[in-house]
């Protein structure tokens, strides 16, 4: 079974870049019955699988407009002080690997180990691009300030999954500039296209020959 880490699609109706990369995956991968789906909880203070609602958001592939942030309902805040209170311990499947293809916040990073040691299997993170340190000023502050602890994070897993070779590099790069002396392997994996589609053959009647004279 692979785990697959949707902390925050699974809270949010935005259709991000990121967003759409997430919830095609997952949709592949579910048609194959083999990926069981977690968050890590705040209110619970646990990873746990996603419920019925947390579900239909991150197959959700319409989305909506408003905040890219994770919401947390109420009703989702009061059940997980609940569980926590009551001392209930979450269940995750037994897990031959782990997908992580978002970008994850400071608070999940901080459980990330947790989860890590759950898997015996490959443990992989999809890796979307390094734009907040190219172009800071077309990025989000929070962002901004963000991606050098994420980029040194994402240096904890057994491979990476970049979505282009230029992020791939970027990653490379950081990691040299940082001096981190064990890193994974990256791999780019672009995204996937569809190619145009074949442009329809107009049907022309034959040139006329002309009349040749005697």
């Known amino acids: 079974m692979l785990l697959f880490e949707a902390s925050h699609t699974s ?39 996603l419920n019925a609602g947390e ?46 293809p978002e970008l994850f916040s400071a608070k999940v990073a901080a459980q990330l180990p947790a989860l890590l040691a759950r898997v015996r299997g490959p443990r992989v993170a999809v890796f979307h691009d390094a734009i907040g340190l190219k172009f800071p000023e077309l990025t989000p502050p929070a962002t901004v300030a963000r991606l050098p602890a994420y980029l040194r994070e994402l240096a904890q897993f057994d491979g990476v999954a970049a979505v282009s070779e230029d992020s791939a590099a970027s990653l490379r790069d950081f990691w040299q500039w940082a001096g981190l002396a064990h890193t994974p392997p990256v791999q780019a ?26």
Request: with cysteine; aromatic share 4%.
């Open 189 to 214: 994996i672009p995204s996937a296209w569809l190619p145009p589609a074949p442009r329809a053959r107009t049907h022309r009647p034959p040139a006329r020959r002309r009349a040749c004279c005697a």
């Open 55 to 100: 579900l239909a958001t991150l197959r959700d592939r319409h989305g909506a407009a408003g905040s890219r942030g994770a919401k947390w309902t109420l009703a989702q805040q009061i059940a997980g002080h609940v569980r926590r209170l009551a001392g209930r311990r979450a269940a995750l499947p037994a897990a031959t690997g782990l997908l992580v």
């Open 11 to 49: 809270h949010t109706r935005a259709q991000t870049g990121i967003q759409r990369v997430v919830r095609s995956l997952f949709a592949e991968l579910e048609k194959r019955d083999r990926v069981a789906p977690v968050c890590f909880d705040p209110h619970q203070g646990a990873w746990r699988a």
